[in-house]
Protein backbone atom coordinates (compact mmCIF):
# COMPACT_ATOMS: atom_id res chain seq x y z
CA UNK A 1 0.00 0.00 0.00
CA UNK A 2 1.02 3.39 -0.68
CA UNK A 3 0.64 6.34 1.26
CA UNK A 4 -1.78 9.70 0.74
CA UNK A 5 0.09 12.73 -0.85
CA UNK A 6 -0.40 15.34 -2.74
CA UNK A 7 -1.85 15.22 -6.22
CA UNK A 8 -3.93 12.08 -5.71
CA UNK A 9 -7.36 11.88 -5.59
CA UNK A 10 -9.07 10.27 -2.32
CA UNK A 11 -12.18 8.69 -1.02
CA UNK A 12 -13.38 9.51 2.56
CA UNK A 13 -15.76 8.60 5.46
CA UNK A 14 -16.06 11.06 8.15
CA UNK A 15 -17.85 12.06 10.84
CA UNK A 16 -17.58 15.67 12.49
CA UNK A 17 -17.87 16.80 16.12
CA UNK A 18 -17.74 19.54 17.88
CA UNK A 19 -16.01 18.91 21.39
CA UNK A 20 -19.42 18.90 23.33
CA UNK A 21 -20.00 15.94 21.10
CA UNK A 22 -22.90 17.47 18.58
CA UNK A 23 -22.05 15.87 15.49
CA UNK A 24 -22.07 18.52 12.84
CA UNK A 25 -21.68 16.56 9.55
CA UNK A 26 -21.20 12.63 8.59
CA UNK A 27 -20.73 11.26 5.00
CA UNK A 28 -21.71 7.75 6.84
CA UNK A 29 -25.34 8.35 5.08
CA UNK A 30 -24.29 9.45 2.05
CA UNK A 31 -21.64 8.34 -1.14
CA UNK A 32 -17.54 9.28 0.35
CA UNK A 33 -16.30 12.63 0.47
CA UNK A 34 -13.89 12.77 -3.00
CA UNK A 35 -11.13 15.32 -3.03
CA UNK A 36 -7.93 16.03 -4.42
CA UNK A 37 -5.26 16.41 -1.95
CA UNK A 38 -3.11 19.51 -2.44
CA UNK A 39 -5.79 21.19 -4.18
CA UNK A 40 -7.78 23.43 -1.20
CA UNK A 41 -11.47 21.93 -1.75
CA UNK A 42 -11.80 20.99 1.94
CA UNK A 43 -10.15 22.66 4.99
CA UNK A 44 -6.67 22.55 5.80
CA UNK A 45 -6.45 20.51 8.88
CA UNK A 46 -8.48 17.78 6.94
CA UNK A 47 -6.45 17.68 3.83
CA UNK A 48 -3.30 17.16 6.52
CA UNK A 49 -4.88 14.85 8.28
CA UNK A 50 -5.65 12.81 5.08
CA UNK A 51 -1.69 12.87 3.97
CA UNK A 52 0.01 10.17 4.87
CA UNK A 53 -2.54 7.62 5.52
CA UNK A 54 -3.73 4.70 3.38
CA UNK A 55 -6.79 2.63 1.63
CA UNK A 56 -8.87 0.95 4.86
CA UNK A 57 -7.17 3.24 7.60
CA UNK A 58 -9.16 5.18 10.25
CA UNK A 59 -8.17 7.81 12.28
CA UNK A 60 -9.01 10.36 14.75
CA UNK A 61 -8.24 13.90 14.71
CA UNK A 62 -8.86 16.88 16.06
CA UNK A 63 -8.40 20.52 13.72
CA UNK A 64 -8.27 23.79 15.60
CA UNK A 65 -10.24 27.31 14.50
CA UNK A 66 -6.86 27.76 13.08
CA UNK A 67 -6.65 24.79 9.92
CA UNK A 68 -10.90 25.10 9.90
CA UNK A 69 -12.58 28.05 9.31
CA UNK A 70 -11.00 30.36 11.65
CA UNK A 71 -12.12 32.26 14.79
CA UNK A 72 -14.90 33.88 15.11
CA UNK A 73 -14.74 37.89 14.46
CA UNK A 74 -17.23 41.04 15.48
CA UNK A 75 -16.37 43.04 12.30
CA UNK A 76 -18.17 40.38 10.56
CA UNK A 77 -21.39 41.10 12.35
CA UNK A 78 -23.45 43.68 10.98
CA UNK A 79 -26.69 45.02 12.63
CA UNK A 80 -29.43 46.86 10.45
CA UNK A 81 -32.33 48.09 10.61
CA UNK A 82 -35.69 46.10 10.93
CA UNK A 83 -36.57 48.27 8.19
CA UNK A 84 -34.30 47.60 5.74
CA UNK A 85 -35.52 43.63 5.71
CA UNK A 86 -38.11 42.72 3.01
CA UNK A 87 -41.40 42.49 4.46
CA UNK A 88 -41.75 39.08 3.21
CA UNK A 89 -39.15 38.06 5.45
CA UNK A 90 -39.82 37.38 8.83
CA UNK A 91 -36.15 37.23 10.44
CA UNK A 92 -35.91 34.81 13.49
CA UNK A 93 -32.64 33.76 15.27
CA UNK A 94 -30.66 30.98 13.70
CA UNK A 95 -32.16 32.25 10.72
CA UNK A 96 -29.86 31.57 6.98
CA UNK A 97 -30.22 34.47 4.78
CA UNK A 98 -28.68 35.17 1.59
CA UNK A 99 -27.49 38.54 1.13
CA UNK A 100 -25.29 40.66 -1.52
CA UNK A 101 -22.50 42.47 -0.50
CA UNK A 102 -20.57 46.12 -1.94
CA UNK A 103 -18.99 43.80 -4.27
CA UNK A 104 -22.45 42.25 -5.74
CA UNK A 105 -21.53 39.27 -4.44
CA UNK A 106 -23.79 36.31 -2.28
CA UNK A 107 -23.11 35.69 1.27
CA UNK A 108 -24.77 33.64 3.74
CA UNK A 109 -25.59 35.40 7.05
CA UNK A 110 -26.90 33.89 10.08
CA UNK A 111 -29.66 35.74 12.34
CA UNK A 112 -27.63 35.82 15.56
CA UNK A 113 -29.70 38.65 17.30
CA UNK A 114 -33.43 40.20 17.37
CA UNK A 115 -34.26 43.44 18.61
CA UNK A 116 -37.64 45.79 18.40
CA UNK A 117 -35.51 48.30 16.00
CA UNK A 118 -32.96 45.72 14.40
CA UNK A 119 -31.42 42.61 13.70
CA UNK A 120 -27.87 41.33 13.97
CA UNK A 121 -26.79 39.19 11.32
CA UNK A 122 -23.51 37.26 11.45
CA UNK A 123 -21.39 36.52 8.52
CA UNK A 124 -18.80 34.51 10.36
CA UNK A 125 -19.33 30.53 9.15
CA UNK A 126 -21.49 28.55 12.04
CA UNK A 127 -18.29 26.66 12.51
CA UNK A 128 -15.71 29.50 13.14
CA UNK A 129 -14.28 29.48 16.69
CA UNK A 130 -14.72 25.68 17.02
CA UNK A 131 -12.26 22.73 17.45
CA UNK A 132 -13.75 20.05 14.84
CA UNK A 133 -12.92 16.32 15.74
CA UNK A 134 -13.15 13.83 12.97
CA UNK A 135 -13.30 10.38 12.45
CA UNK A 136 -11.48 9.76 9.33
CA UNK A 137 -11.91 6.67 6.78
CA UNK A 138 -9.69 6.44 3.87
CA UNK A 139 -12.19 4.60 1.07
CA UNK A 140 -10.26 4.68 -1.84
CA UNK A 141 -6.77 6.18 -2.97
CA UNK A 142 -6.04 7.36 -6.78
CA UNK A 143 -2.47 8.06 -7.22
CA UNK A 144 -1.93 11.09 -9.82
Known sequence: MTAVENGDTVKVHYQGTLDDGTVFDSSYERDPLAFTVGQGQIIPGFEQ??????KGESKKV??????AYGQRE????LQV???DIPEDIKPEKGMVLQVKTQEDQSRHVT???ITEETVTLDGNHPLAGENLNFDIEVVEVEKS
Open 74 to 77: EENK
Open 49 to 54: AVQGME
Open 62 to 67: TVPPEE
Open 81 to 83: NRS
Open 111 to 113: VSE
